[in-house]
């Protein structure tokens, strides 16, 4: 009895955890768009300190011209979570996979070149981090989906 037990319980928590085909999309889309919420928010709340508002003023960002190469950075920077968010939900499986690998180990990179210019305050600490988490388990996710 106690094996029969465990059996359903055991499948029942993998369909919870890896779910469908479908589930798979969807969960990492959603990872896409909270990376991007996470990357928007830490955007926000560095703009709050008042010596960046001094710094906007001035034509400066930490230390550096704001130029439109600048902006266009930032622009891509903003755009590449949310441009994966809708083909992750489109691609062939395989592709799609290959992507989410590829472009997750991209965000880890990005996000912890991030984390390791912006130690000095603690939301942004607690906000490149979850971001860096957010990368691993799409590039997790994404690793074990043919294995589902």
């Known amino acids: 009895m106690c094996?029969?037990?465990?059996?359903l319980e055991s499948q029942m928590f993998e369909t919870l955890l890896w779910g469908g085909e479908e589930d798979w999309k969807i969960r990492i889309s959603v990872l896409w768009l909270f990376s991007e919420i996470a990357f928007l928010g830490t955007m926000v709340l560095s703009i709050l300190r008042?010596?960046?508002i001094e710094q906007i003023m001035?034509?400066?960002i930490e230390g550096m011209k704001i130029v439109p190469e600048l902006l266009l950075v930032y622009a891509v920077l903003v755009l590449f979570p949310l441009v994966m968010a809708f083909p992750t939900l489109i691609l062939k499986d395989s592709i799609n996979r290959w992507a989410n690998i590829i472009m997750g180990?991209?965000?880890?990179?990005l996000s912890l070149v991030g984390?390791?210019?912006n130690l000095a305050y603690a939301y942004s600490v607690l906000m490149w981090v979850s971001k860096i988490v957010v990368a691993m388990l799409i590039v997790w996710y994404a690793y074990k989906w043919s294995k589902a």
Do not use: N, R
């Open 3 to 7: 094996d029969i037990l465990y059996a």
């Open 50 to 52: 008042p010596d960046v």
């Open 58 to 60: 001035a034509g400066e």
């Open 105 to 109: 180990t991209v965000g880890v990179i």
């Open 115 to 117: 984390l390791s210019q």
